[in-house]
């Protein structure tokens, strides 16, 4: 009988719509490169309103506002101080203040996790959706060099990482970033999860149980993450592509490839079946969204799963269009049941 160690753990949602939608946030890659981030310089008070807001939903974990951070994206944001771009120099502050505004927004039993995007999120335009990346980052060498001067930026002066509970490793469409990122050397407990934009396989083409198993599967030099997930997906796609990872795990554990089973961490978007078009960054939205709420929907997933497969544990949140009012349904549903 499938059985986890914990109880549901709720994730919070997508943080830069929420902004954008109930704290009148604007973002756009001329004026905020950084998107979410943005705000750790702008305007630290209202991020912090809106992490709270999670955390006062019910959300056990928060994302940090790094998911778009990066060297290049700080050099095209200018201030007052820095009008030709912040140096790299100034970047180590404000991710201290990323941890510290997050730390100060959990729960008090809460948990924050290191949010970091792929390569593509940092782009203009982001192209996390397509995969699409250019030249200097089209291979696992190019992007692991990318990642470990990204990285490092949590690691000095001093490390950042020490100072939250987990690492999230977020969006990723690419294989190639899959087993780059495995090699950064994190040394504590993260997650690696990735999306399906079409609902049947990652940007790059690669399906759900290949997927699983580049994430899972033990190579040198690599580390196996505590948990492997789903995100900024339709929620309709969930169920397949969760019975998938079950199976490909299921057969890696029995071919001896791997030895445990992993957390599962789930966010899909909020859209009820809209999607995002990255030629004119905006969302669009269907004409008859489904009849049973986002909420019910995941909640049925999660129970599913778990009554098949023997999770580590599994954590349940939102992405893209979910805001602290989702994740308080969410947290009522899952404590119900």
């Not at 949590?154 to 495995?182: G, K």
């Not at 599967?217 to 900024?232: A, H, I, L, T």
């Not at 008859?288 to 995941?298: A, I, K, R, S, T």
């Amino acid at each position: 009988m499938p059985t986890m160690t914990g109880p549901i753990l709720v994730l919070d949602g997508g943080l830069g719509t929420t902004l954008e939608e109930k704290y009148q946030a604007k973002f756009s890659s001329a004026t905020s490169p950084l998107w979410s981030s943005h705000l750790l310089i702008s305007d630290p008070a209202t991020l912090s309103s809106c992490q709270s807001a999670f955390a006062q939903a019910g959300a056990d974990i928060l994302l940090s506002a790094t998911y778009q951070v990066s060297v290049e994206g700080f050099s095209r944001t200018k201030t007052p101080e820095h009008p030709d771009g912040l140096p790299r120099d100034k970047i180590p502050k404000y991710l201290q203040k990323a941890i510290e505004i997050g730390g100060g927004a959990k729960n008090d039993d809460g948990q924050l996790a290191l949010s970091i995007g792929p390569y593509g999120a940092t782009m203009v335009p982001s192209t996390e959706y397509s995969g699409i990346y250019d030249e200097d980052h089209d291979n696992e060498e190019k992007l692991l060099r990318w990642h470990k001067e990204r990285f490092d930026l949590f690691r000095s002066p001093q490390d950042l990482t020490q100072r939250v509970d987990i690492v999230a490793l977020e969006t990723l469409p690419r294989t190639d970033e899959i087993r780059a990122v495995r090699k950064l050397g994190i040394g504590k407990k993260f997650w690696i999860s990735v999306l399906y934009p079409n609902g049947k396989a990652m940007p790059d083409g690669t399906t759900p149980d290949d997927a699983v198993r580049a994430m899972l599967r033990p190579e040198q030099g690599s580390e196996v993450p505590w948990g492997v997930g789903v995100n900024c997906t339709k929620i309709q796609d969930i169920p397949s592509i969760v019975r998938s990872y079950e199976q490909a795990i299921a057969q890696m554990i029995e071919n001896g490839e791997a030895r445990e089973w992993p957390s599962l961490v789930l966010y899909p978007d909020g859209t009820n079946g809209g999607w995002y078009d990255a030629v004119a960054q905006t969302w669009k939205m269907p004409e008859n969204p489904p009849d049973v709420p986002w909420e019910q929907q995941l909640l049925a997933v999660i129970k599913e799963t778990g009554d098949r497969a023997p999770w580590r544990r599994i954590i349940a949140g939102g992405c893209c269009k979910v805001n602290d009012s989702d994740i308080e349904k969410l947290r009522a549903c899952v404590s119900r049941n």
